[in-house]
């Protein structure tokens, strides 16, 4: 992306990298992690959404939960009022990456991370007087929709890992749609997923993980993309290889 004056950038986060004394060892987790390593080279993040794509274990969760902590949201999802601790079990990642912000704060943020919403949820219900008590009354989905139009609603910064985990296809183009309008409103958005129709978006920008690091791809070039359209013009050829 081309440099941007400093006083008309609306970026929450210009770019990623590490602090300076960093005790990352290279043979250790996470930095066996390809993407991870690549950190320590910089990352810029663009204006708008950015998605992260890639397989399990590719370490685009990982990062996203770094970044997301390194900003000040909570490890298990929340905003930076808040959140719920149970297990600790995110890396220190969070703790090594620097991130050089822009020129104005953003007002509002939050961090969803799609395996720990049924914690966040008590820890809602928990507060006096909340709002969001009833989310747990709520099915899987209807509990996603309700917190994604509540807490992703307005310009600011955002870390979503795997937010259409519990979305029909219908509700997915809603929330695609969702993030379009933030993203034109000026918030910056960073989203780690697994789904071909959240990745479609014009304009956003697609960060690939995989055993080469971080790479940027085009849309069609994923690999998501082409083993879906694979799939799904003849199931059979998938499926012979493994019901046999």
Known sequence: MP???????SRAIRTISFFADVPAVAGSW??????????KDGLELDPGVTFLVGENGSGKSTVLEGIAMA????????SRNGGAATRSSESPLGEWLKLERGLVAPRWGFFL???????????LESLPGSPDGDLHEMSHGESFLALLDRKIDSPGFFCLDEPE???SFGSTLRFLADLDAL?????????ATHSPVLASLPGATILEFGEWGI????????EVVQHWRSFLDSPPRYLRHLLE
Do not use: N
Request: glycine share 8%; charged share 20%.
């Open 3 to 9: 440099d941007q004056d400093w006083l008309t950038d």
């Open 30 to 39: 996470p930095m066996t992690v390809p993407a991870v390593a690549q950190l």
């Open 71 to 78: 900003f000040g949201f909570p490890a298990e999802g929340g």
């Open 113 to 123: 991370r799609a395996e720990t919403m049924h914690g966040y949820y008590s820890y």
């Open 165 to 167: 985990a519990a979305l």
């Open 183 to 191: 993203a034109k409103a000026g918030a910056q958005i960073v989203c």
């Open 215 to 222: 790479r940027r791809a085009d849309w069609e070039e994923l």
